[in-house]
């Protein structure tokens, strides 16, 4: 009866989903969560109107104009600009690694032009080819740097020593020998208009799709039916060949009566005294 089946109704699940019906194919989504969205998903608190992301703040972004046309088809944008800050020492600094973060904590006052070099003196050069995300990081951005912003913050989010993480996690250090403060370089930027379920219940409402949630689909249920599967895929193979070394993910949340608790939407907590990675200020989404 079904052309496809769509495992998982995250952001992938949906779009696949969307554009298989598009070319006229009836798609089955199974999605073992009690709604759509995956990490995506959000939900509006009634009392403030605020949209509150589940699974942390997710920003859109993308420099690929087929995307943007295609998610254009679901939804309009706001004109939010993600800003991260890292704390550090009871201070905070914009990422990424920029004139912001390197002026204010090496108390220099760098242009563009002297940052190359400057960085080039801080970096480890006797590490020739880095092996563990530690030597990457030394390598590319020096010791300084890494103990202050990476080191620690990186091993709470993988809940692992930075030595026993690959290198290749790190592969590059997004740099800015500029002022801008805006983390995602990309043209197209910003949230849904109407939040992002919205945006989900948009992309599944075709005749063409049908949509079955609280529903786990297992590899034994595996058919000649094409099936598009965007779960873990440790988990597929029921563990088989061995568990993936997932990033740790926690959430707690909690409300405060003030107009603002943080002043930015992320600050991400670099120090290891700070038993979490990051705290997530919904409201401030423009
Ligand atoms: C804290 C955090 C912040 C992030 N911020 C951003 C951001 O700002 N911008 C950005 O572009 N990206 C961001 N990302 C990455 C983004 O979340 C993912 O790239 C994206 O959500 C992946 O979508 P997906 O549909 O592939 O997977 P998911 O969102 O994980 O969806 C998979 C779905 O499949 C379902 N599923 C799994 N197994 C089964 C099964 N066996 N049967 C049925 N259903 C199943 C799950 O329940 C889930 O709903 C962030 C990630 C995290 C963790």
Not at 44 to 70: N, Q, Y
Not at 150 to 177: E, I, S, V
Not at 228 to 256: K, M, N
Request: hydrophobic letters at 35%; proline letters at 6%; glycine letters at 6%.
């Amino acid at each position: 009866m079904y052309d496809s089946i769509v495992v998982g109704a995250g952001i992938w699940g949906c779009s696949v989903a969307r554009l298989l019906a598009d070319r006229g194919k009836r798609v089955l989504v199974l999605e073992r969560r009690s709604a759509v969205g995956g990490n995506c998903r959000s939900d509006i608190d009634p009392s403030t109107g605020i949209e509150v992301h589940l699974h942390g703040s997710h920003i859109f972004h993308t420099s690929d104009e087929k995307v943007w046309r295609f998610i254009r088809r679901f939804t309009d944008f706001n004109c939010y600009r993600h800003q991260v800050m890292a704390k550090h020492r009871d201070r905070c600094y914009f990422l990424p690694l920029g004139l912001p973060l390197i002026n204010a904590f090496f108390n220099v006052n760098l242009s563009p032009r002297e940052l190359p070099g400057f960085l080039a003196k801080k970096r480890d050069s006797s590490i020739g080819a880095p092996g563990n995300f530690e030597e990457q990081a030394l390598a590319l951005a020096g010791p300084e740097l890494y103990e202050a912003f990476l080191k620690n913050y990186t091993a709470k989010q993988w809940n692992r020593d930075p030595k026993n993480l690959p290198a290749d996690l790190l592969r590059r250090l997004p740099l800015r020998a500029t002022y801008d403060t805006g983390y995602f370089a990309d043209p197209h930027q910003g949230i849904p208009a109407a939040g992002y379920q919205k945006v989900f219940e948009a992309m599944l409402d075709s005749p063409r799709i049908d949509v079955k949630l609280n529903t786990d689909f297992t590899i034994a249920e595996l058919s000649d039916v094409p099936t598009y599967y965007s779960g873990a895929p440790d988990r597929l193979f029921e563990y088989r060949f061995g568990a993936l070394p997932w990033r740790s993910l926690r959430f707690e949340t909690g409300r405060e009566a003030l107009t603002d608790f943080q002043g930015n939407s992320v600050i991400n907590y670099c120090d290891p005294d700070i038993p979490y990675t990051r705290i997530h200020e919904f409201k401030r989404r423009l």
